[in-house]
């Protein structure tokens, strides 16, 4: 039998009352690729989260190699060759790669006797594992793919034989996970051990060697992965039968309801993030729009919905022009009939630290339904606040809880329930299901597909491509701030993949 | 990592944690006591004595808290629009030139009843100006507010000094104050309040301002969390995002917030001038201003809190008068140093406390925890 990297046996820890992991018990094969996957709050990260030692469990026990080891830190488990990459990189921006390799593994004041031996060591792990970097670029400037190698670097000079990763596609376009993924079966050739934490199906299915399943802080099954399928881990996972692709018919697109013109729109730094775009969104339709994160698409959202000024353009709402580029008020766009799902629900369309109904109001909160006179009638918010509860199923059922202990999918919840029920012509929707469990996101397609079959107009935007093909109507393609390709929702995946990378985009323009 | 704090119940939120945070600055107060070498024991009896023994007592410790509860309002609602309001002190003070002139105006035509409102007027006007131009620059300019708040004390300070000395002085006076008000600007005293209780006060400067101040907790609550302005200040002071998004102009709410913080710290202004002194001297608001955002801190933003922070307050300041009067080794200062531990224990450590107070209710009793949603990663 082959030896056990990790061993984790008994594991329970509790957050108050609330029991985040219990009773896990894990064995983790030396050399193999082991995907641990659940819906969010499953206690998938938390169960991490005590092996690299960010918490320590109330009771049960962690083996490494075989050995009983106590981890109260990161460096503990550093020490014992455990690395991890983060969901969320923890690179500074403004140092080198060679910086943000050696960055609290300095050996001397001087640095330079660390930079010195860094550099020869770094160059021998590109060469072995293939993750080739130029280790004197700056992080900022080169790509999300390949600051995530940085990380695995970062790991793997620290003497990484465990690697840990957190949902590390989020970020990545199909091809640079494809990449990704043959590092990391390069890196199990060498002997190294993966654990990757993931709610993509998919991937566990293309590289694992075994996947477990967790789902209400227990480990509810594990599986050798080419004796399991899709089907059985989202059964497993949700604990029911769950439909991955929503059933919808056939759109039956109306007159414009939305029409983008000439849209421009720079960030903060001057730079162009969306650059003259315009598209339309008919009655009864939805437009996907696909793209890997940062190619313009929340600045577009922002634009849209009047949060950000644009430099140009204007949106045509039922017919009459609205010109984005003086202060055109949310609030204005909002009366004129468009619905916005912020991307960033936790800190734009929800604030954490109201009640449940006081959420259920924001933006709408100068509705006369809502107010008598100057002051808001209290009753008519919560009684309003209330129905949607019970219309959306929204859990717990209490108005009067803080939003911030709501799940993410019962905040996202929240806020469709607030934005779907204005009736609104037109329903611009930023990342719909973005940290929402999969239960959840089976009833917010279904939601949306409802608001088409009503004959609104929906934009979606998502970086999943799965939810665009599944939704939409249209698929638009974003790439360096334009729209680089226009496709029907049958186009398979590696052709939407190649328009998100921008390979033809770039080959038209040459 | 989400930090997995569970939820207290309301009464240990917000009685329990703030009664723990102000006995450790009274336990380490003790300490500093004891290194003067004096009895801490004593010393707090003398002190408690001073401020709620007698009806003298109880009076003056109600005229200190009528102007904390003032400027601890002021704070609070700055504070709920995200707004760090340290300017409160000079906005008082420059109320104060606004009181004098309608006081001098009045004082020898008009009764109290009718120089009183609009005395507040035009104490709530000053105030309310003296906030707008930081608030302007803080909106549209975006100079922070903390900084121009605290060099707009200094101006005002400097603007009183010469308001002051070159025009509402007497011109044969060496003072530097106005003249005394006649009766048409004297405030009725409360003092028979407290007599109807059976105490006996010679003379106690507490008076019908403190009326002014509860009505302005009860309406400083209403606004904050039943209109819709108030609901506007608190969605900006949690997230400008959120606010930009519901539409709401970040513009027009970070002005309207600081005026009306500054009104209610221009009220302040009345207590001591109308209600106790029956003139405008120089440095008549001696530092209540500051002492503003260690009550507001202390209620934990909220009105009832601060009506008891600022009761607190004003025991400290009639109690630590008293103290200095019996133990001549220790000082008015060291009030001020009591001050300061209350601020660095309920305001800066404000957490230190909280995990421990919620392992214990934890542990007491796992269903009285509330349900906190076990966050793995937001995104």
Redesign the interface.
């Known amino acids: 039998m082959a030896q056990a990297a990790i061993e984790l046996i008994g594991i329970n820890k509790s957050f108050g009352a609330v029991r985040a992991n219990r009773d896990i018990n894990l064995e983790i094969v030396r050399g193999t690729i082991h995907g641990i996957v659940g819906e969010n709050g499953a206690g998938k990260s938390t169960l991490m989260s005590i092996l690299y030692g960010f918490y320590q469990a109330d009771s049960g026990e962690i083996r490494v190699g075989g050995q009983p080891a106590s981890i109260k830190s990161p460096n503990d488990a550093i020490a014992l060759g455990i690395g991890m990459v983060h969901q969320h990189f923890m690179l500074v921006d403004n140092f080198t790669v060679l910086e943000n390799v050696i960055l609290g593994a300095e050996s001397d004041a001087l640095l330079k006797k660390s930079i010195a031996k860094a550099r020869s060591e770094l160059e021998r792990l590109e060469r072995e594992y293939g993750l080739e970097v130029d280790p004197d670029a700056i992080i900022e400037e080169l790509p999300v793919g390949l600051q995530q190698r940085v990380e695995i670097l970062k790991a793997l000079y620290r003497g990484a034989e465990i690697l840990i990763l957190d949902e590390p596609t989020g970020v990545l376009t199909p091809a640079e996970a494809d990449h990704l993924f043959r590092i990391l079966k390069q890196l199990k050739e060498q002997g190294k051990t993966i654990v990757l934490i993931t709610h993509k199906l998919r991937e566990i299915m293309a590289i694992t060697d075994t996947v477990s399943v967790m789902r209400q802080g227990t480990m509810v099954a594990t599986r050798e992965t080419r004796k399991t399928t899709v089907e059985e881990l989202a059964e497993l996972m949700v604990g029911r039968r769950v439909l991955l692709r929503v059933e919808k018919g056939e759109a039956e697109a109306g007159g414009v309801k939305l029409a983008v013109k000439n849209l421009t729109v720079k960030d903060s730094r001057g730079v162009t993030m969306v650059d003259d775009i315009s598209f339309d969104v008919r009655a009864g339709e939805i437009v996907g729009i696909a793209g890997v994160a940062g190619n313009g698409q929340s600045e577009m959202l922002e634009a849209i919905s009047g949060i950000r000024r644009a430099v140009s353009g204007s949106v045509m709402l039922d017919g009459k022009p609205i010109d984005l580029t003086g202060a055109a008020d949310p609030g204005e766009l909002r009366d004129r009939g468009l619905a916005h799902v912020p991307e960033d629900r936790h800190h734009v369309g929800l604030v954490l630290a109201f009640e449940e109904n006081e959420n259920s109001i924001l933006g709408y909160h100068d509705d006369p339904r809502y107010l008598w006179g100057p002051f808001l009638n209290i009753d008519a918010i919560r009684d309003d606040a209330r129905d949607k509860i019970t219309k959306y199923d929204i859990r717990p059922a209490d108005c009067r809880l803080k939003t911030a202990n709501f799940s993410g999918g019962n905040q996202q919840k929240i806020v469709l329930a607030r934005e779907m029920e204005q009736d609104p012509g037109v329903l611009i929707v930023g990342q719909p299901t973005r940290g929402v469990d999969v239960g959840a996101i089976e009833f917010i397609h279904k939601r949306l597909i409802a608001m088409r079959d009503q004959g609104k107009a929906v934009l979606v935007v998502s970086v999943e491509l799965d939810e665009i093909r599944s939704l939409s109507d249209r698929i638009l393609v974003m790439f360096a701030g334009r729209i680089v390709g226009e496709r029907g929702p049958e186009a398979t995946e590696g052709e939407l993949g190649l328009l998100m990378a921008g390979v033809e985009h770039r080959e038209a323009a040459e | ?1 989400s930090t ?1 704090y ?2 207290l119940p309301a009464w240990a939120d917000y009685g329990l944690i703030p009664v723990i945070n102000l006995l450790v600055a009274f336990v380490v107060a003790g300490f500093v006591v004891l290194l003067v070498g004096e009895n801490p024991f004593r010393a707090a009896a003398v002190l408690v004595e001073g401020a709620f023994g007698r009806g003298q007592g109880i009076a003056f410790t109600l005229f200190y808290a009528t102007t904390f509860i003032f400027s601890g309002l002021s704070v609070a609602v700055a504070a709920h629009c995200g707004l760090f309001n340290i300017g409160g002190e000079g906005q008082g003070y420059i109320a104060g030139l606004g009181i004098g002139i309608v006081c001098l105006a009045f004082d020898s035509v008009l009764p109290w009843w009718l120089t009183f409102p609009i005395a507040i007027i035009a104490a709530a006007a000053m105030g309310a100006l003296w906030a707008l131009i930081p608030a302007y620059l803080q909106a549209k300019r975006g100079s922070h507010i903390v900084i121009t708040t605290i060099m707009f004390n200094f101006i005002a300070a400097s603007v009183m000094v010469r308001a002051l000395v070159g025009y509402l002085k007497p011109p044969a006076s060496m003072a530097p104050q106005t003249r005394t008000f006649l009766e048409g600007a004297q405030l009725p005293k409360l003092n028979w309040v407290i007599e109807l209780f059976g105490a006996k006060i010679r003379s106690a400067p507490f008076n019908i301002s403190f009326l002014l101040a509860l009505a302005m907790a009860f309406l400083v609550w ?1 606004l904050i969390w ?4 108030g ?2 200040m ?2 900006y002071g ?2 400008s ?2 606010a ?6 970040e513009t027009r709410i970070i002005i309207i917030a600081m005026m009306i913080s500054g009104a209610l710290a221009g009220m302040m202004a009345l207590n001591p001038t109308m209600g106790d002194q029956h003139n405008v001297a120089l440095e008549f608001v001696s530092g209540a201003g500051f002492v503003g955002i260690a009550v507001a801190l202390m209620g934990r933003l909220h009105p009832v809190g601060i009506v008891l922070a600022a009761i607190l307050f004003g025991m400290l300041y009639q109690g630590g008068a008293e103290l200095a009067f019996e133990m001549p080794a220790i000082s008015r200062d060291m009030i001020v140093i009591i001050q300061g531990l209350v601020i660095l224990f309920a305001g800066a450590l404000e957490h230190m406390f909280r995990p421990y107070v ?1 392992a214990l209710f ?1 542990s007491l009793s ?2 009285s ?11």
Not at chain 2, 226 to 229: A, D, E, F, G, S
Not at chain 2, 244 to 249: D, E, H, L, P, T
């Open positions: 990592m997995p569970a939820k209403v039943r209109t819709r302005l609901y506007e608190r969605t949690h997230s995002k959120a930009r998004y519901a539409g709401i102009s919620q934890a796992p269903r925890v509330g349900m906190e949603a076990v966050k793995g990663k937001g995104a």
